[in-house]
């Protein structure tokens, strides 16, 4: 039943097609980096990451060889970092294997670190015309709802099956424009959140959850795992117009960022004060700051925080903390979005809010 999809859908796009920086040239760097950054958050809030983003970092060669602070420096406030690090390593691959050009083909790009079947399936069929399907969360919800399908799309199967379903009827002319015309319907028409625009909608002739009133049911997600919950409590470490940030390990949750130094609970002033002195810095004053709470995909930080003000000393040891200029941390230092509300004490913005009005 899908066949009758295709000419309405492709002639929507002709004339709804939003116009988008990564639309401007099909390059496949270019869809590469926007279809990763796609992965992670909403089209608006990926434009002005993506514009800095290939500034900074024109091609796969000045990607591969990018320093690893500069690198997570500008992925900061999208999370999901080994994302970017996967990105390098493929591209260094690129760079070495392939003489800089992705390959043309499917296979070789799902070889590439970081790159499923999405990813290849955007990056083949749109700056290759390669006809392979890019099945996304959008491209699933349209054709759950097409198909009024109760099937769970967190499913592996589910999502295979409909992938076999669209390579069928991939035009052979425009298979790019056809995968993205997929995508944005779900993006602006058959939305996530909120009514469904059915009224605008091309395939509104042949959509079966329209017909049955079932939209709104479709898709099915089953439940995810519940969040585990961590408390933590931040610190704002001043010495003067410095500010203690220390790396957190190469492995695990936000490996190899820096970060506010913080200790795992909601600790007291006194226990804060006592930690501080084992650190071997000497604390001054404290003071309690506002609570804050940041969702990580599967741990939720529920933060309590404090700004200790700190007598100035010039011993070296302490404890792998580096005292730096704020405003140096908030133009050279990845620090994780996590930490943004409490960024907000030293006057520095991270993440998503570098990009907003000041
Ligand atoms: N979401 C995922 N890929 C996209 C694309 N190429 N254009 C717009 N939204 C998208």
Known sequence: MLEQITEPLLSWYDGHARV???REDHSPYRVWVSEIMLQQTRVEAVKPFFERFVKALPDVQALARCPEDELLKLWEGLGYYNRVRNMQKAAQIVTEEYDGAFPADYEKLLALPGIGHYTAGAIGSIAFGIRMPAVDGNVLRVLSRVKASYEDILKQSVKTAMEQEVKKIIPA???GDFNQALIELGAIVCVPNGKARCGECPLAFCCRAKAEGIVDELP???AKKERRVEARTVLILREGDRVAIRKRPSRGLLAG???LPNLTGHLSEDEVLEQV??????????LPLAGAKHIFSHVEWQMTGYAVSLEETEHMDRSGMFFIDAKETEEKYPVPAAFAAYAGYMDIVLGQGR???R
């Open 277 to 286: 002195r084992q650190w071997g810095l000497s604390p001054l004053r404290i």
């Open 355 to 357: 990009y907003e009005e």
């Open 220 to 222: 099915k997600k089953k």
């Open 173 to 175: 002319g425009r298979p």
């Open 20 to 22: 988008l920086p990564w």
């Open 257 to 259: 960022l820096y970060e």
